[in-house]
Every structure is written in structure tokens, then in C-alpha cells.
């Protein structure tokens, strides 16, 4: 079965940035569009970036365009969501999935999730 690891999470002051790193275990990693998603307590989960199979086409949130990147490196099957210019409102545990299709917006969308990794961002 697709297993998928996050880490990078951690505590950081506004403006700082942050890496989070997604392990995607099994074969085929290069066939999966990937996604991050976000969940802050007492919210649902809303969707913040992904990227196709080949990393030529991504789609990113309004509220966190031009100050996340998402990218993927299919040689070590790891996908990265790099986080600049945090703000407060970036709180939250953060979930790397994967699907079979497309880089959705929609986590219903998606096949596979990790345990998430946790941001906190302190004003």
C-alpha cells in the first residue's frame, strides 16, 4: 500500500518560512498528482497546493499564492511545500495526498494521506 510521511513542521515567527517534506513509499510515485491540504482546529480541510505527475502544472490556494511553492523531485518520491512570509492564519496541521488522477483541489479527490505534520506560526 502508498504510505505518505510529512515532516517539517515546527514553530516559526510571522514572516519566517518553513520546508515540509512528503516521503511517498511504494512504486509508480511518478504517476500520482500530489497535494497539500491544511486543517486548523475547529475548520475543514482546505486545500493549499498541488502539483501534476510531472511537476509542469500546479495549482495553488489564493491565500497562499506567491508565498508557497510546491515542487517534486520523482528520483527520491518526494514531494515539498516550501512556505515563505508566514502569517498567523498559516496555523495548522498540514497533509500531504496523493491521487491517481489529477491535481485537484478537492481532498475527496484524493487516494492516499499522510498523518500530517503541525505549523504554528506565532505573531
Known amino acids: 500500500q502508498v504510505q505518505l510521511v510529512e515532516s517539517g513542521g515546527g514553530l516559526v515567527q510571522a514572516g519566517g518560512s518553513l520546508r515540509l517534506t512528503c516521503a511517498h513509499s511504494?512504486?509508480?510515485?511518478?504517476?500520482?498528482?500530489m497535494g497539500w491540504f491544511r486543517q486548523a482546529p475547529g475548520k475543514g480541510r482546505e486545500f493549499v497546493a498541488a502539483?501534476?505527475?510531472?511537476?509542469?502544472?500546479?495549482n495553488y490556494a489564493d491565500s497562499v499564492k506567491g508565498r508557497f511553492t510546491i515542487s517534486r523531485d520523482n528520483a527520491k518520491n518526494t514531494v515539498y511545500l516550501q512556505m515563505n512570509s508566514l502569517k498567523p492564519e498559516d496555523t495548522a496541521a498540514y497533509y500531504c495526498a496523493a491521487q491517481r488522477t489529477l491535481a485537484s483541489i478537492s481532498p475527496v479527490e484524493y487516494d492516499y494521506w499522510g498523518q500530517g505534520t503541525q505549523v504554528t506560526v506565532s505573531s
Open positions: 502539483v501534476n505527475w510531472s511537476g509542469g502544472t500546479t
Open positions: 511504494g512504486r509508480a510515485f511518478s504517476l500520482y498528482a
